[in-house]
């Protein structure tokens, strides 16, 4: 039997093998697609400490090298189950089972996408998901928001303090954001929108070049821009953890930042928790959080 089984090899699951690993306990991680996560899709990383600059890609290789050096083991495989037993847990994937006494769950939280056609080829090339991340490669170019709602308006706000424009884009007829929010929206003079339409391309030969919006089903616009925000929301990937823990209206894991939920034993780390900031610092954070956790119960 395994001390823990980490389900994720994201930043939050990766730094809880790693601080597993250090207090000596047998670790397995089950990735179901690849080491990373979400911060795989930045092709430069600017506000991670210790880095000027670096590429999720080589920032994810760096903490998984980091990870395997330690004797964490790794499978390629996807958890489909969790069943609570009288000794701990089963986990069921779509190879195997394997047993453990303690699970963390690092399953993370996927950017809703728009699946129109370019929108994968320009992923990281013209196309981001946080203004955070990414906004400062925008400084003085223009850019276009996907969206309307809380996330879409406050991704426009923070753009437009560093962007020539900022161009809203929203499928409703009026935002559904915050009525504050919206207010801070109308009165940034760099702040454009047009609602009653939906992006239906992305088009550019090798680069990204602009986009294609339908308005009100008919009216087609081509319209050039440097960047894309999409801010059409987060879909965790929670559903393993129906039985198990509680889930919020958003789908999220309801637990604080001690990562702990109601199954004694079942931690939770990183996208896939409830709270307000979801970056790789905070990630980081809840793998710290939820492998402590996890070492004082299996003691």
């Keep these: 039997m395994l001390d823990i089984i980490i389900i ?6 990766l730094t809880a093998a790693l601080y597993a690993r250090r207090a000596d306990k047998t670790v397995l991680i089950l990735e179901k697609n690849g080491f990373g996560g979400q911060m795989t899709f930045s092709p430069k990383i600017e506000n991670y400490p210790g880095f000027s600059d670096i590429s999720g890609n080589e920032l994810a290789d760096k903490m998984v090298e980091q990870v395997l050096a330690q004797g964490a083991d790794v499978e390629i495989e996807e958890v489909l189950s969790i069943e609570k037993t009288p000794l701990g847990f089963t986990v069921i994937t779509d190879c195997g089972k394997y047993e453990c006494r303690a699970v963390i769950a690092a399953l993370g939280a996927k950017h809703r996408m728009l699946g ?3 929108e994968d080829k320009f992923i990281g090339d013209g196309i981001s998901f946080c203004a955070v991340c990414d906004g400062a490669f925008y400084t003085g170019k223009d850019v276009v928001v996907v969206g309307g709602g809380n996330s879409a308006l406050q991704e426009a706000l923070q753009l437009s303090d560093i962007c020539s424009s900022v161009f809203i884009v929203q499928n409703l007829p009026y935002f559904t954001g915050e009525e ?27 680069t990204f070049e602009g986009i294609v919006i339908v308005k009100n089903g008919t009216e087609i616009i081509r319209k050039k821009t440097d960047g894309v925000f999409v801010a059409i929301g987060l879909q965790p990937e929670n559903t393993i953890l129906d039985s198990l823990a509680e889930i919020d209206n958003y789908g999220y894991v309801s637990a604080d930042e001690r990562c702990i939920t109601e199954t004694p034993g079942l931690f939770v780390a990183g996208d896939c928790r409830s ?3 979801r970056q790789i610092s905070t990630a980081i954070a809840d793998g710290a959080a939820s492998a402590l956790a996890a070492i004082e119960f299996i003691r």
Excluded: H, R, W
């Design 116 to 118: 129109v056609p370019g």
């Design 275 to 277: 709270k307000k900031i």
């Design 180 to 206: 504050k929010l919206i207010q801070e929206v109308m009165q940034k003079p760099n702040i454009s929108y047009i609602t009653d339409s939906v992006v239906k391309e992305f088009y550019g030969d090798e």
């Design 8 to 13: 994720g090899a994201g930043p939050a699951g």
